[in-house]
Nanobody, 126 residues
């Protein structure tokens, strides 16, 4: 049975940092991503990571424009975990953050991910 369990959310002041973790059990996947759902809004893409076919880099990465330069996605294949380091947080980053997994290539398309965690709340105060 596949499970994705997020942790690390909480309340932080603007300018602060948080590190989200996603523990994956049951199987491994090619591509992992983080999405978020702000209050009263649709779930939106944040970041994704997928193995590279190039010998020069290990992973392809993709970020939403709103988080580029502030957030970093990473993965630990031995522990089967995915991380999202969030720096310079802003009040508009407040949302429930979800970990997602799938076997397509690098994508920000929500419908192309097969498994989802239950979400973790991130609240950034001004």
């Amino acid at each position: 049975q596949v499970q994705l369990v997020e942790s690390g959310g909480g309340l932080v002041q603007a300018g602060g940092s948080l590190r989200l973790s996603c523990a994956v059990s049951g199987r491994t996947f090619r591509t992992y991503a983080w999405f978020r759902q702000p209050p009263g809004k649709e779930r939106e893409f944040v970041a994704a990571i997928s193995p590279s076919s190039s010998g020069l880099i290990s992973y392809y990465l993709d970020y939403a424009d709103s988080v580029k330069g502030r957030f970093t996605i990473s993965r630990d294949n031995i522990k089967n975990m995915v991380f999202l380091q969030m720096n310079s947080l802003k009040p508009e980053d407040t949302a429930v953050y979800y970990c997602a997994a799938g076997n397509r290539g690098l994508t920000g398309a929500r419908d192309l991910y097969d498994y989802w965690g239950q979400g973790t709340q991130v609240t950034v105060s001004s």
